[in-house]
């Protein structure tokens, strides 16, 4: 396993970060294909005997289980100190705005949730996970900021939002003397490439860490067209992301194949080795060992750079979808799902 300082921190992450929404009680959560806890922890510790120490996980992923789940596991296996914990927040529910609950108290009382879920007393990573359009930014950097120095936070993170946000809110960050975002969790792999328009330019510039989420397109960078799995049939919301361009992103995935069995790995490694040539840390779900042992040996594997432009070269431009997709519609005036309760994550 190789390691690299998240962005400006000093946080020594594993180059590959274990995603966690395939852990928790899927009956409490939108996913039925999600591990139970003995499952769930037999990957972890596996995880961890191939020098994973970076784990990502959500409040809202499985009501909180999935946290659970991974802070046991972590607590049994490992001491606090070697594992690097990010976890996210999701924004202001209309009760509370309603009710006068600001930013700040809102993020104290997720994080406090998050911790107990956890069994911990800090997150290396806390993430806002959404852009919350009806909190103002400076409430979520000053909420943020408390948590640092009440020591329950060690650095900040953001997902899914635009180049321009993330922008505007480190540098008022800068001017207030906040914690900036260290780490951008975006939608980001070789069938989606829409971060390198403006996100990637400015993480390079800024030094700002890219540990991005469905590194795999859902397993469809891991798979032969026509090659189907539990995951592919039952994930409604990667199915909402892909399905629409399977016809032209099926020519890249057929480039990964030839790619891989040109180096004897397999579509998995080939996939994961392309995105390690562009961001820190790619955010890998796993539900089996072989997702796990298979992102491992990625780190491994080192492209020509003509293997490079053979596999981004059949690239087009795709629109916006998911909380993406969203955010465009929020940003415009129009109606967002999340105002009525509805999360997609």
């Given at each position: 396993?190789?390691?690299?300082?998240?962005?400006?921190?000093?946080?020594?992450?594993?180059?590959?970060?274990?995603?966690?929404?395939?852990?928790?009680?899927?009956?409490?959560?939108?996913?039925?294909?999600?591990?139970?806890?003995?499952?769930?922890?037999?990957?972890?510790?596996?995880?961890?005997?191939?020098?994973?120490?970076?784990?990502?996980?959500?409040?809202?992923?499985?009501?909180?289980?999935?946290?659970?789940?991974?802070?046991?596991?972590?607590?049994d296996f490992i001491?606090?100190?070697?594992?690097?914990?990010?976890?996210?927040?999701?924004?202001?529910?209309?009760?509370?705005?309603?009710?006068?609950?600001?930013?700040q108290e809102h993020?104290?009382?997720?994080?406090?949730?998050?911790?107990?879920?956890?069994?911990?007393?800090?997150?290396?990573?806390?993430?806002?996970?959404?852009?919350?359009?009806?909190?103002?930014?400076?409430?979520?950097?000053?909420?943020?900021?408390?948590?640092?120095?009440?020591?329950?936070?060690?650095?900040?993170?953001?997902?899914?939002?635009?180049?321009?946000?993330?922008?505007?809110?480190?540098?008022?960050?800068?001017?207030?003397?906040?914690?900036?975002?260290?780490?951008?969790?975006?939608?980001?792999?070789?069938?989606?490439?829409?971060?390198?328009?403006?996100?990637?330019?400015?993480?390079?510039?800024?030094?700002?860490?890219?540990?991005?989420?469905?590194?795999?397109?859902?397993?469809?960078?891991?798979?032969?067209?026509?090659?189907?799995?539990?995951?592919?049939?039952?994930?409604?919301?990667?199915?909402?992301k892909y399905d629409?361009?399977?016809?032209?992103?099926?020519?890249?995935?057929?480039?990964?194949?030839?790619?891989?069995?040109?180096?004897?790995?397999?579509?998995?490694?080939?996939?994961?080795?392309?995105?390690?040539?562009?961001?820190?840390?790619?955010?890998?779900?796993?539900?089996?060992?072989?997702?796990?042992?298979?992102?491992?040996?990625?780190?491994?594997?080192?492209?020509?750079?003509?293997?490079?432009?053979?596999?981004?070269?059949?690239?087009?431009?795709?629109?916006?979808?998911?909380?993406?997709?969203?955010?465009?519609?929020?940003?415009?005036?129009?109606?967002?799902?999340?105002?009525?309760?509805?999360?997609?994550?």
């Amino acid at each position: 396993m190789q390691y690299m300082k998240l962005g400006t921190s000093e946080l020594n992450v594993s180059r590959i970060c274990m995603g966690c929404m395939g852990f928790g009680d899927a009956a409490r959560g939108q996913h039925t294909w999600t591990l139970d806890e003995e499952h769930s922890r037999e990957i972890i510790r596996r995880g961890l005997e191939l020098g994973v120490n970076f784990f990502d996980t959500a409040i809202g992923y499985q009501s909180g289980t999935s946290e659970q789940y991974l802070g046991r596991a972590l607590r049994d296996f490992i001491s606090r100190d070697k594992a690097v914990v990010a976890t996210k927040f999701l924004p202001r529910t209309n009760d509370e705005i309603e009710s006068g609950i600001t930013g700040q108290e809102h993020i104290e009382r997720m994080l406090n949730r998050s911790l107990k879920n956890l069994g911990m007393d800090y997150v290396d990573l806390y993430i806002y996970h959404m852009w919350d359009y009806r909190t103002p930014i400076y409430d979520i950097l000053d909420g943020l900021n408390r948590m640092i120095k009440a020591g329950k936070v060690r650095y900040i993170g953001i997902s899914n939002c635009f180049a321009y946000q993330l922008a505007k809110a480190n540098a008022l960050a800068e001017k207030e003397g906040f914690a900036k975002f260290v780490s951008i969790q975006g939608h980001y792999n070789l069938i989606f490439r829409e971060e390198e328009r403006e996100m990637g330019k400015l993480c390079a510039e800024d030094n700002i860490a890219m540990t991005p989420y469905s590194s795999l397109a859902g397993g469809r960078l891991s798979r032969h067209p026509g090659e189907t799995s539990r995951r592919l049939k039952e994930d409604d919301y990667a199915r909402l992301k892909y399905d629409a361009t399977a016809k032209q992103d099926s020519l890249i995935i057929r480039r990964v194949a030839e790619v891989a069995a040109r180096h004897g790995v397999s579509m998995t490694e080939a996939s994961l080795a392309w995105l390690l040539t562009k961001v820190t840390a790619p955010v890998v779900g796993v539900t089996k060992f072989s997702h796990i042992e298979d992102a491992a040996k990625a780190t491994d594997l080192a492209l020509s750079q003509d293997e490079i432009y053979y596999l981004e070269e059949p690239y087009v431009p795709h629109r916006l979808v998911g909380v993406m997709a969203q955010n465009t519609a929020v940003a415009s005036g129009e109606e967002h799902v999340w105002s009525t309760g509805k999360q997609k994550i």
